[in-house]
Structures are given as C-alpha cells and as structure tokens.
C-alpha cells in the first residue's frame, strides 16, 4: 500500500484543516513547494496536492504554487481542488502532473466525468468525500443526495486511475479512519481505491494495509510527528 502526504494549500502557505472547515486551519508551512521538497527527500513516491481555495471557490487559485511543487518534484503529484471544467484539468495534466482529482463535478455531471476518463485513461481520480453515508461536494460545504456506492455504479466500466475515499468527519480530526466504511467502498469496485482521512497511529495504518487498498493518504499525523515518513511506509508493507 503506497503512504502519500498531503500538502494542502490555503492562501499560498501548507495548512491543515479539521473536517475541511475553513475556520478550523493550522499553518504548517509558509512554502508548499519547500514542504512538498520535504516529503520527497523522506521518501515519498507519490504526492497529493490539494488547492483548498480552489475547493472552497469553484475555480482553481493556486495554480503557479501547484504547477510549481509538480515541475520540481521527481516523484509522482496528483492534484485536486477546483478542477471543474475541461481547461482546468487540461492544464494541470500538461503541466506534468500524474493525474487530477475530480470531486464536485463527478457527482453533478457523470457522464463529462467518463468522458474525460475516456479522454485521458489513468489520469482521472474521482474523490469520495463521504459524510454520514453521502457524498459531500463544493469543498465539502454541501451534502448531496448520492452515495458512493450509487455513484460507482454510475461511473462504471470508466477507465478511472483511483477512486479516493475520504470520511469527511475524520479528516484532519487524528480519530482514526472509518474502516467499515472504507472497506465497503473498497468491495464495490474493481477501481483501486486510495484511503484519506482520520489516519492517526501506525496501527490505522497497518488496518488499512489489511483491506487491500492501493494507498494512503496521510496528513495530520505527519504534520503533527506522529510518526515518520519512513515508519508509516514500513507500516504499510
């Protein structure tokens, strides 16, 4: 199972925020792409970036910080948060990174979602973002009327690079994640799935590793020191 740090921007600096609320944010970092520099040299093979203005306001608002932490790097960058229309996604696939992560879009327009899958195989992830059963949208603001599983079946055959799960109610909350939960979606689809939120000990990660998941997405718990880089990959084998 890959273990993939979150670098989340807000602002132009690193934060991390609690359930993904605005007001609940704690800086890290004043220099994402020093940050992202950061989990390379730790031993990070892949990377999850996260434009959270982007997310809050519908269009993406980082995009020079983002472009910049995936033309540095060496290692693998995906990136979300804002991606809403075809210019946006296209931009950030030119600009070198491995794939873009689609949340609202993917519930409000199924069928474009497919489409650009189709467009471009193995480069679209599709973020669910579950609160109490439903998929939460518009940087999780709002609650839709669609569950992960309904939205898989949806979905389909699509040729997705991940689906990324994420209890929206853990995330950035050092709870532990939503195992059920994750395991559930995880049995629904032949689409790997990478885990996201809640992860707070090197025994939630040695959980995770167990449900045949195809990574980890970890953030928090590495912000806070409370493990190493190193120590949650060798969780994780």
């Given amino acids: 199972m890959l273990v993939i740090p979150a670098v989340d921007i807000k602002g132009g600096k690193c934060v991390r925020l609690r359930q993904g609320r605005a007001d609940e944010e704690t800086v890290f970092g004043e220099d994402p792409v020093a940050m992202a520099l950061h989990w390379q040299t730790e031993g990070a093979g892949y990377l999850h970036v996260v434009d959270l203005d982007g997310a809050f306001e519908g269009t993406p608002k980082n995009v020079d910080l983002v472009k910049r932490i995936v033309t540095t790097l060496e290692i693998r960058v995906d990136v979300g948060g804002g991606l809403r229309t075809e210019a946006s996604i296209v931009e950030m696939l030119d600009a070198g990174a491995d794939r873009v992560v689609l949340g609202t879009r993917a519930v409000e327009s199924v069928d474009w979602v497919v489409d650009l899958a189709e467009q471009h195989p193995?480069?679209?992830?599709?973020?669910?973002?579950?609160?109490?059963?439903?998929?939460?949208?518009?940087?999780?603001?709002?609650?839709?009327?669609?569950?992960?599983?309904?939205?898989?079946?949806?979905?389909?055959?699509?040729?997705?690079?991940?689906?990324?799960?994420?209890?929206?109610?853990r995330d950035g909350t050092n709870t532990g994640p939503n195992l059920s939960a994750t395991g559930r979606f995880q049995r629904a689809t032949k689409i790997p799935v990478i885990a996201s939120g809640g992860v707070s000990s090197l025994d939630d990660v040695r959980a995770l590793a167990k449900l045949d998941l195809a990574g980890v997405i970890v953030g928090r718990a590495l912000y806070d020191e409370r493990f190493t880089l190193a120590e949650a990959i060798a969780a994780a084998t």
């Fill in 122 to 169: 193995q480069r679209i992830a599709v973020g669910i973002d579950a609160r109490q059963g439903m998929i939460a949208t518009h940087g999780w603001r709002k609650t839709s009327s669609v569950t992960p599983i309904e939205l898989v079946k949806m979905i389909g055959s699509a040729p997705l690079a991940a689906y990324i799960y994420t209890d929206v109610l």
